[in-house]
Structure formats: structure tokens, C-alpha cells
């Protein structure tokens, strides 16, 4: 990546997401032990999943689960099981962002930003360039 922006880029962890097989037993978990309650809960169809937001100060805990087979996240938990998905990472500008590394020979998922749920703009960064990390790019 060009040296030149000496701004930072990621504006702060925006959530964590994790793959469960049963939202609404993670959802009781997360009540009854902390009384963290869901904030945002939606359907994402282009994604394939149902996703439970817990708000943690200004960040989120992103409960997914697969509502089709075909779901990246169902492929997700019949390989590796429950657990730690991916981050998600608030940015100012996620085009440019993904422009940057994309121009740096960084892989991608998303070639171009979309829309995520609570109407914002994502795309993702392939794990096998980020340190096995899945990473998510939000922008509000």
C-alpha cells in the first residue's frame, strides 16, 4: 500500500462476528450470563443469514446462522464448527479502502462494496491475505 496516507483507516472494530448453529439459544446465552440484549436483528438473503447484533460499547457482537445450505456460513460451521467468524472494521470510505488494497495485490472477496445489513456498505478481504483473518469492511 502507498505510504502516503498517514491517516488511519480502520476507524474502529465494528463487530465480531460468530457462526452459531442455533441464534436464538446464542441470543439466551448472551442475556442470561451477561444481560446483553440484541440491539438489530435481521435477515441478510444475499448473504444467506440471519444475524443477532449485541451492542458492546460502541461495537457489536454479530450472532450469524446459516438460513440456507448454500450460505458461506454454513459451509463455515460444517467445516471448522461454532466460533469467531470474521471482524468487522468501521471505515470512512469502503471503496477507497478496498481500492487501496486491491491496487496493493491484496486478495479480495467483494471487487466492488455492496450493501450489509442496518443499511450499510461492506466488502470483505480474503483471509488468505490478512493473516487468516476474514475481514469485513463497514461503512455506516
Same mark, same amino acid.
Given at each position: 500500500?502507498?505510504?502516503?496516507?498517514?491517516?488511519?483507516?480502520?476507524?474502529?472494530?465494528?463487530?465480531?462476528?460468530?457462526?452459531?448453529?442455533?441464534?436464538?439459544?446464542?441470543?439466551?446465552?448472551?442475556?442470561?450470563?451477561?444481560?446483553?440484549?440484541?440491539?438489530? &436483528?435481521? &435477515?441478510?438473503?444475499?448473504?444467506?443469514?440471519?444475524?443477532?447484533?449485541?451492542?458492546?460499547?460502541?461495537?457489536?457482537?454479530?450472532?450469524?446462522?446459516?438460513?440456507?445450505?448454500?450460505?458461506?456460513?454454513?459451509?463455515?460451521?460444517?467445516?471448522?464448527?461454532?466460533?469467531?467468524?470474521?471482524?468487522?472494521? &468501521?471505515?470512512?470510505?469502503?471503496?477507497?479502502?478496498?481500492?487501496?488494497?486491491?491496487?496493493?495485490?491484496?486478495?479480495?472477496?467483494?471487487?466492488?462494496?455492496?450493501?450489509?445489513? &442496518?443499511?450499510?456498505?461492506?466488502?470483505?478481504?480474503?483471509?488468505?491475505?490478512?493473516?487468516?483473518?476474514?475481514?469485513?469492511?463497514?461503512?455506516?
Amino acid at each position: 500500500m502507498d505510504n502516503v496516507t498517514t491517516e488511519n483507516l480502520l476507524k474502529e472494530i465494528d463487530h465480531v462476528a460468530i457462526a452459531v448453529k442455533d441464534i436464538d439459544q446464542a441470543v439466551k446465552y448472551y442475556d442470561e450470563l451477561f444481560n446483553a440484549k440484541v440491539v438489530h &436483528r435481521e &435477515r441478510v438473503e444475499s448473504d444467506g443469514v440471519e444475524e443477532a447484533l449485541i451492542k458492546v460499547a460502541e461495537s457489536y457482537i454479530q450472532l450469524l446462522t446459516p438460513i440456507s445450505e448454500t450460505s458461506p456460513v454454513a459451509k463455515y460451521l460444517e467445516k471448522k464448527g461454532e466460533g469467531l467468524h470474521h471482524v468487522g472494521y &468501521r471505515v470512512n470510505d469502503c471503496k477507497l479502502v478496498l481500492d487501496k488494497l486491491k491496487e496493493a495485490g491484496y486478495k479480495v472477496i467483494d471487487e466492488h462494496p455492496r450493501f450489509g445489513s &442496518r443499511n450499510t456498505t461492506v466488502a470483505f478481504v480474503h483471509p488468505k491475505t490478512a493473516f487468516g483473518t476474514l475481514i469485513e469492511l463497514v461503512q455506516e
